[in-house]
């Protein structure tokens, strides 16, 4: 079974920046690929990034230039850094681990970009 806690959320001003870190225990492979996605109020969740290993990643049209995915070699916990940030990249933010086809969830951080 496989455990997913975020971490790394908050307040901040737009223009900001935040981190957020999501640490998995149990047994993961790092050919399946991690992400992050994000929900806003009243809307669907949907994709942020994500990556497999470090050189394959993939980003939201949204997030481009400003969102960095990050995933440690032993592919058990992955990083979002968050640059020039928007009011409306509020949201909820998932970590997220498919493995297989069987997608697994953390509970979410909540990121308020406000002045």
């Known amino acids: 079974q496989v455990q997913l806690e975020e971490s790394g959320g908050g307040w901040v001003q737009p223009g900001g920046s935040l981190r957020l870190s999501c640490r998995a225990s149990g047994t993961l492979y790092s050919i399946n690929p991690m992400g992050w996605y994000r929900q806003a109020p009243g809307k669907e969740r949907e994709l942020v990034a994500t990556?497999?290993?470090?050189?394959?990643?993939n980003y939201a049209d949204s997030v481009k230039d400003r969102f960095t995915i990050s995933r440690d070699y032993a592919g058990k916990s992955v990083d979002l850094q968050m640059n020039s940030l928007k009011p409306e990249d509020t949201a909820v933010y998932y970590c997220?681990?498919?493995?297989?086809?069987?997608?697994?969830w953390g509970k979410g951080t909540l990121v308020t970009v406000s002045a």
């Open positions: 990556i497999t290993t470090s050189t394959n990643t």
């Open positions: 997220n681990y498919d493995q297989l086809g069987t997608d697994y």
